[in-house]
């Protein structure tokens, strides 16, 4: 039982460029939620989906998209990379929602020069 | 709007001195949860505790405890006997039950986070 993934674990990107981070958990659980965490910050919301074919925005989601075809995956992906989006993204995974606690991946670290 | 504020930026103690993180919360839910994580320095983010609203009792989990009190809107976090392994950041989080959309499915709120340091 693996958890919650996510890959890669570090990423330097150009401006402009375009990735995807990867999330996948083995725990069969409906809501997943990405998260950034920028210096001396706490997490803010960036999307979130309560299962597959459903997502929804968070409170910081421009410059970002997502999609869930699967109970499993939550690729985050980047559109345009600007020096605003150097974080750390942290992929989540709850099996109820509010009543949960939330299951975090190891973290990617990007950073846009 | 929910709000988390962890007053506190940064904390420096001895080993073995007790030591408290402050957590203050607003939410206009009557029904919300509450949490603590750890982040060590490695980065990833450890569950720690969960408290729901209906639920005031403090709890002791070996040398951690909390203390929930909604008088003051407070879920504060005490360390006692502190170790240097207990050096990490740590992060009080709000869940609201619905939220201003009628279900708020469990997106968190962050406070800023309490850096503590613990020397020998």
């Known amino acids: 039982n693996a958890g919650v993934t996510q890959t890669p674990k570090f990423r330097i990107l150009k401006i402009g460029q375009s990735m995807t981070l990867q999330c996948t958990q083995d725990?069969?659980?409906?809501?997943m939620y990405w998260y950034r965490q920028d210096p001396g910050m706490g997490l803010k919301l960036i999307y979130y989906?309560?299962?597959?074919?459903?997502?929804d925005k968070g409170e910081v989601p421009n410059g970002y998209n997502v999609s869930r075809s699967t109970t499993e995956d939550f690729p985050l992906r980047l559109e345009l990379a600007a020096p605003s989006q150097t974080s750390v993204y942290f992929c989540?995974?709850?099996?109820?929602?509010?009543?949960?606690?939330?299951?975090f991946g190891p973290g990617t670290r990007l950073t846009v020069l | 709007a929910q709000k988390v504020t962890q007053a506190q930026t940064e904390i420096s103690v001895v080993e073995k001195e007790d030591v408290t993180l402050d957590c203050v919360y607003e939410?206009?839910?009557?029904?919300?949860?509450l949490f603590w994580y750890k982040q060590p320095p490695s980065g990833e983010l450890v569950f720690l505790i969960r408290?729901?609203?209906?639920?005031?009792q403090n709890e002791i989990s070996g040398r951690y405890s909390w203390n929930f009190q909604k008088s003051t809107s407070s879920f504060n976090f005490t360390i006692t006997a502190s170790q240097v392994v207990d050096s990490a950041v740590y992060f009080c989080?709000?869940?609201?039950?619905?939220?201003?959309?009628?279900?708020?499915?469990?997106?968190?709120?962050f406070g800023q986070g309490t850096i503590l340091t613990v020397h020998p």
């Open positions: 989540a995974s709850s099996y109820h929602g509010s009543y949960n606690e939330q299951f």
């Open positions: 725990m069969n659980h409906n809501y």
């Open positions: 408290r729901n609203s209906f639920d005031e």
């Open positions: 989080a709000l869940s609201e039950a619905l939220g201003a959309g009628g279900t708020s499915y469990g997106k968190l709120t």
């Open positions: 989906s309560v299962g597959a074919g459903i997502t």
């Open positions: 939410t206009r839910d009557t029904t919300y949860y």
